[in-house]
């Protein structure tokens, strides 16, 4: 089926991607500053030292880089970029760490889930609420996978298209929060043109020196699966959101 024939290959597109690029598109610096005390020498040594002698399984699985926006469910207007590092667990599930840039000194944003259209379909009506779908990120060129060989991006968008993805962002940072301020906030992806705000992709794309109009074309023939009706409940007046004491948030 061809939710599952191409997942396996993610490996392969890596490493045929790692052959032919290294280059992984501009640096996008994170939009606040972590107030506290500089590093101290000792805090810097420690750190090389468990550079060199602790191994980190989990952090060197998060392979897939991925960059694309997300909004807060029940308020489109707060948009943001959310540059995703993912790992496969397996062949129909994914976890990515998402950041608020791609440099060291990026927040951790929030987290994704990912999976297949089979597995979707066995959530209860009340878990998919809480998801959205990838067809129009997709489509639309705004999902890009920084560095890769555009034939490899490709295929991977082949994968993709059809899975659906549950997110929550811990740390606010595109409202100037230099702390993680506030409790977790669902996110969703955009569904349709119009939705989001053209300037984020004109300067994401000036960064990253890539063209999504250009990579829209470039997908124009991935096929469009049909969208689980349980998905993007937002649309249907389905709104879910943790309430946010601090006031931060209103939907």
């Not at 997908?219 to 006031?247: C, N």
């Amino acid at each position: 089926m061809p939710d599952r024939r191409v997942y396996g290959a993610w490996t392969l597109l890596w490493a045929t991607a790692l052959g032919l690029t290294g280059c992984a598109g501009g640096t996008s610096d994170s939009p606040v500053d972590t107030p506290g005390a500089a590093k101290t020498p000792t805090t810097a040594t420690l750190e090389t030292g468990a550079r060199i002698m602790q191994d980190k399984p989990p952090l060197r699985a998060l392979d897939t880089y991925l960059d694309g926006f997300h909004f807060y469910n029940g308020r489109m207007s707060g948009q943001m970029e959310a540059h995703h590092y993912c790992t496969a667990l397996n062949e129909e599930v994914f976890q990515c760490a998402i950041f608020d840039g791609n440099t060291s000194s990026a927040k951790l944003m929030g987290v994704e889930y990912i999976i297949s259209k089979r597995l979707f379909e066995g959530l209860p009506a009340s878990e998919k609420q809480l998801w959205h779908s990838h067809v129009h990120e997709v489509k639309s060129g705004q999902l890009i996978a920084p560095g890769i060989p555009q034939a490899a991006e490709t295929r991977l968008m082949e994968n993709l298209i059809g899975t659906y993805g549950k997110t929550w962002h811990t740390w606010h940072t595109e409202q100037g929060n230099a702390l993680p301020y506030g409790v977790p906030q669902l996110m969703m992806g955009f569904t349709a043109d119009g939705q989001i705000d053209s300037q984020l992709v004109r300067e994401r794309d000036g960064r990253m020196g890539v063209d999504s109009e250009a990579k829209k074309r470039a997908r124009a023939g991935i096929g469009t699966p049909a969208i689980d009706p349980g998905a993007d409940a937002w649309q249907k007046g389905q709104v879910w959101q943790i309430k946010d004491p601090t006031g931060g948030h209103a939907h």
